[in-house]
């Protein structure tokens, strides 16, 4: 009878440590890898913004348009001297781009022979997208735009440079895990 209790008492503590031998095995064990043969998701860590600003010719011929914008560099400045200014940044997130566009009459210009004026109010488009550690995309930004052409009085226009109709502000926040804000 004490044989037979050794034997069942010696036979459950073998299953007791097999059984916690089992248990402790976790997914890298069994599957060779840390999370069980699936690649972890790539961490977002830079975004790139594309950035067109957009101005008519008649614009161009009587105004002076500067760009004034930070890539998250610092501040910079400048003159708008086609119908299309384009910049593309890459900046590690977190980060806040802002565009600002300032319009006004060129100096000395006459403008009393002319009766209308074509004109764009906002004309920006923006793009971006979302990059992992190695620079790969991970999400595409939709393409928003805001152009609004339309031919106007001289007189509206004048009045319109005089009130900053014309001057836009576009800020762009996007939070560490690359959602724009």
């Known amino acids: ?10 036979s459950g503590l073998l299953m ?16 060779g890898t840390e999370n069980g043969g699936k690649e972890e998701p790539q961490k977002a860590t830079a975004v790139t913004l594309e950035y067109t600003n957009v101005v008519t010719k008649d614009m161009l011929q009587y105004c ?18 086609d119908t299309m200014w384009v910049k593309s940044f890459t900046t590690n997130l977190p980060c806040t781009y802002t565009f600002s566009k300032k319009v006004t009459l060129k100096e000395g210009i ?9 004109i764009l109010k906002n004309g920006h488009i923006r793009s971006y997208t979302i ?6 995309s991970m999400k595409k930004g939709e393409v928003l735009s805001n152009i609004a052409t339309m031919t106007t009085s001289c007189a509206n ?6 009130k900053g109709s014309f ?3 576009n800020t762009y926040e996007f939070d560490a ?5």
């Open 167 to 169: 001057n836009t502000t």
């Open 64 to 81: 002076d348009i500067v760009l004034e914008y930070n890539d998250g560099s610092g501040a910079k400045t400048e003159i708008v001297t």
């Open 1 to 10: 009878m004490k044989r037979v209790k050794n034997f069942f008492l010696k």
């Open 131 to 136: 990059l992992d550690a190695e620079g790969n």
């Open 157 to 162: 226009f004048l009045a319109g440079i005089e």
């Open 177 to 181: 895990a690359g959602k724009l804000k």
């Open 16 to 31: 007791m440590a097999m059984g916690m031998a089992l248990v402790s095995c976790n997914e890298e064990d069994i599957n």
């Open 110 to 118: 006459d403008m009393t022979s002319v009766e209308k004026v074509k």
